[in-house]
């Protein structure tokens, strides 16, 4: 059984809440989908977090320019203050920890654990239309993967070639029929875009070939306050508060 997070940026209040829940749950192995680090404000927390529980992880776009020496030129204003400052904080250790991880990693074959999509870090699925052409580049390229767990929009999603394809309630353990293909986002632990504040991620039994979507709250007036502290960029301690 997987506990699945994703697009933690460097929120430490939320990765400590979701680790306390899933360890309740008895999980026994860890898989975080990138962007351990960007915008908040523990991003050697966050990244020892990792290192310390063994976590399986694919690097996120944030993370990957966080151990650039690039100028972050395709980030907003408020990501490149947050990048270029996390720059400065991460130690030596920690960057060659995000350094070492890959853009994707495969498991049994069938299934695939990426950030952006099996195609990009950098890719965003956000409708059912981009959906079905990593769906049709899934068959040609990894014909043998079902199951694709991704992040980097923030929003919890399903979708899957299954009949009556659904991208709606989630708030029911779904089971992933291997005859067909399933893309599933566990949503963000350090910066959820719902509406809501509380961290999202996911439960993946791999032997009952089922989901479970979870959300648990955590401190957020005491991570957007050490946002400000740290001299990063007001709306993003804003965005903590507000949950987009």
Wanted: aromatic share 8%; glycine share 6%.
């Amino acid at each position: 059984m997987y506990g699945i997070i994703s697009d933690l940026h460097a929120n430490i209040e939320a990765l400590s809440e979701v680790l306390a829940e899933l360890d309740s749950i008895g999980i026994e192995k860890l898989v975080c989908l990138g962007d351990i680090v960007g915008y908040g404000a523990n991003p050697n927390e966050c990244v020892e977090k990792m290192i310390e529980r063994d976590v399986l992880c694919v690097m996120g776009n944030h993370d990957r320019e966080a151990i650039s020496d690039k100028h972050p030129s395709s980030f907003n204003e408020d990501a490149k203050r947050a990048i270029l400052w996390t720059r400065e904080q991460l130690t030596d250790e920690n960057k060659k920890f995000i350094a070492s991880l890959p853009p994707q990693r495969t498991i049994n074959d069938k299934t695939m654990f990426c950030h952006g999509s099996p195609r990009s870090i950098d890719e965003y699925i956000f409708s059912a239309d981009r959906a079905s052409t990593v769906l049709s580049w899934l068959r040609l390229q990894a014909p043998t993967v079902k199951n694709v767990f991704f992040g980097h929009t923030h929003l919890q999603m399903y979708i899957s070639t299954a009949p009556k394809e659904d991208v709606g309630d989630l708030s029911e353990p779904v089971h992933l029929d291997q005859s067909y293909i399933h893309l599933t986002n566990p949503g963000s632990v350090g910066q959820p875009r719902d509406g809501f504040q509380a961290a999202s991620f996911l439960v993946f039994d791999d032997e009952a070939d089922t989901i479970e979507f979870m959300n648990v709250t955590y401190n957020v007036k005491k991570a957007a306050e050490k946002i400000e502290a740290a001299g990063l960029p007001a709306g993003l301690a804003e965005r903590l508060r507000i949950g987009v």
